[in-house]
């Protein structure tokens, strides 16, 4: 596991073993806060030890910036700690990281002694603050990664610890690329020295605009890839045809797994536009098909008229009767 202190009394650790995932402590007089834990438990145990030996400070609080597994679940390796979250994050752990968990318990050893901690402290909008020491943290949202993602800004030292909304490749297949690009834009505007990113490096002062504009492009450019391939016959071989570094990445990012995450990102992109490109599809359709019986002129029909009932012939005078003629005879002689 690697270890850097990026300013006075914060420390960035990066995982070897998985996606180069980081986490962060910052330590103040009398204890710390761990931001994000690995994914393995032997590597959180690492940090823990390092903050309890090295730092011999306790940890009282643990930031999680989002649910997934590799952020979380090293809850449980800090017992007395107060777990910090957004609310989402909470369900999302409860509905998806428990069942997730046992699932893998079954298929890794490693795991058998993690549980899942629910986070104690939970908000939704606005903004958390920490004070540790002579540093404000700054707990605010930043979704588009994750529903639930949250960023941890150390005030003092303009250092943001971004979590997964910030990766050398954006990564929206649990998420928002609409909020994710907000997320970034507005990371973009914050006149930060560092970025410690979700995975990955940790970004200098010189580097950060560069790294805005190359990600928010990114986003651009699979976005459009996505929207025709919604639109052809052949959508996977469109898509096929559009490498990581024809959307502005390099495929070197994170040990070569930024490939597999490019092809997800347009996957998961494809669909949503497929969706969108079929309701209005069918929409069209059927303001045609009204336009069209607007337009056809409906056939003539004659009016039904009552038959006027036949006059009925007055009766004319009773003819009168006739009386019978008696004819008399004549005698003869």
């Not at 036949?310 to 009168?320: D, E, L, S, T, V």
Request: hydrophobic letters at 35%.
């Amino acid at each position: 596991m690697h270890r850097e202190r990026v300013s006075d009394n914060v420390y960035w650790f990066q995982s070897e073993i998985y996606a180069q995932v980081t986490s962060g402590v910052v330590a103040g007089p009398h204890w710390a806060v761990v931001i994000d834990t690995l994914a393995l438990p032997e590597e959180t145990i690492s940090i823990r030890e390092f903050i309890e030996h090295e730092l011999q400070l306790p940890v009282r609080y643990v930031i999680n910036t989002h649910y997934h597994s590799d952020h979380s679940w090293g809850n449980c390796f800090f017992p007395s700690a107060t777990v910090i979250a957004h609310s989402n994050c909470r369900k999302l752990m409860v509905e998806r990281g428990v069942p997730a968990l046992e699932n893998v318990k079954k298929q890794n050893p490693a795991f058998r002694q993690t549980r899942i901690v629910l986070p104690h402290i939970v908000f939704s909008q606005g903004t958390l603050k920490l004070r540790v020491g002579k540093k404000n943290l700054v707990i605010s949202p930043s979704a588009g990664h994750s529903p639930d993602g949250i960023s941890v800004f150390v005030e003092e030292d303009r250092v943001l610890f971004a979590g997964d909304s910030f990766m050398p490749i954006p990564y929206v297949v649990d998420g928002s690329i609409d909020q994710i690009t907000e997320s970034i834009k507005k990371i973009g505007r914050m006149s930060l020295e560092n970025i410690v990113q979700g995975h990955g490096e940790v970004i200098l002062r010189g580097e950060i605009e560069t790294a805005v504009r190359e990600n928010l492009a990114y986003l651009t450019n699979i976005r459009k890839v996505a929207k025709t391939a919604a639109r052809r016959r052949e959508p996977q071989e469109y898509m096929d045809s559009f490498s990581i570094e024809d959307c502005g990445k390099s495929r070197v990012h994170l040990g070569g797994l930024a490939v597999d995450l490019h092809r997800n990102n347009l996957k998961y992109l494809y669909q949503q536009a497929r969706e969108v490109y079929l309701e209005e599809r069918e929409k069209k359709r059927e303001e045609r098909e009204k336009a069209k019986a607007k337009a056809t002129p409906k056939p003539k029909t004659r009016a039904k008229t009552k038959d006027k009932p036949k006059a009925r012939a007055k009766p004319g005078p009773k003819p009168k009767s006739l009386k019978k003629r008696t004819v008399r005879k004549s005698k003869t002689s």
